[in-house]
């Protein structure tokens, strides 16, 4: 395995359901991040993690919940989701600190939420 | 308010033509600004990156140029191809702050 993993790669659930999603990452790096990208909009920071501590929540309503277990895996835990929270969450990568903090993107998760 | 402003939406290119995609910013602090190409399916991938210390980088048939007083950047793609056609986002970030992403701009090259 290499670069940066998800899973599932789609996932329909319900508004009731619990459902979480995975990402692991193979680069080494020291810094992982959660975005929702919806159509037509910018991509949306909604969780970052450096050195396994949470360093921003932006906002983020709390029926979405993250967790960082170790520097390589990422996971978003989702409760009571409404429609809107359809879109393609991507976990991305980084070594904070470097030059660039270039990031490193996962292929993402397509939810759909009925 | 958005911090980074790309157009246009979409774009479509002959094959062979340039493409260019414009993006501007409002935040000086900013100094660090790539571009990422996402194909359908796929996350965004670091296509080509630049720092305000020179005005253009080029790699291959990708060029960024960079214009600092304006705070104004762009992408141009060389001899666009149909292998071309994705979407590509612009970024801007100061070192270990957060990202900020254009909306993107989808590019399709007809053959």
């Known amino acids: 395995e290499t670069g940066v993993t998800q899973t599932p790669r789609h996932l329909v659930m319900g508004m009731t359901n619990k459902k979480s999603l995975k990402c692991e990452q193979h680069?080494?790096?020291?810094?992982m991040y959660w975005y929702k990208q919806s159509a037509k909009k910018p991509l949306e920071l909604m969780f970052v993690?450096?050195?396994?501590?949470?360093?921003e929540n932006n906002s983020v309503p709390s029926r979405f919940s993250p967790e960082c277990p170790n520097s390589s895996h990422l996971f978003l835990h989702l409760h009571t989701l409404q429609p809107e929270d359809s879109a393609l969450y991507l976990c991305?990568?980084?070594?904070?600190?470097?030059?660039?903090?270039?990031?490193?993107f996962g292929p993402g998760t397509r939810l759909t939420v009925l | 308010q958005q911090q980074v402003k790309q157009s246009p939406q979409s774009l479509i290119v002959q094959k062979g033509g340039i493409s260019i995609i414009n993006c501007a910013y409002e935040?000086?602090?900013?100094?660090?600004f790539p571009w990422y190409q996402q194909f359908p399916g796929k996350g965004p991938a670091l296509l080509i990156a630049?720092?305000?210390?020179?005005s253009e980088k080029k790699e291959g048939r990708f060029t960024i140029s960079f214009n600092k007083s304006a705070k104004q950047f762009s992408l141009h793609i060389m001899d666009s191809q149909p292998g071309d056609s994705a979407t590509y986002f612009c970024?801007?970030?100061?070192?270990?702050?957060?990202?900020?992403f254009g909306t993107g701009t989808s590019l399709t090259v007809i053959p």
């Open positions: 991305a990568s980084s070594q904070r600190g470097g030059q660039g903090d270039t990031q490193y």
């Open positions: 680069l080494g790096h020291n810094a």
């Open positions: 993690y450096s050195l396994e501590e949470r360093v």
């Open positions: 935040n000086t602090a900013f100094d660090y």
């Open positions: 630049i720092r305000p210390d020179v």
């Open positions: 970024a801007a970030s100061s070192v270990g702050n957060q990202f900020y």
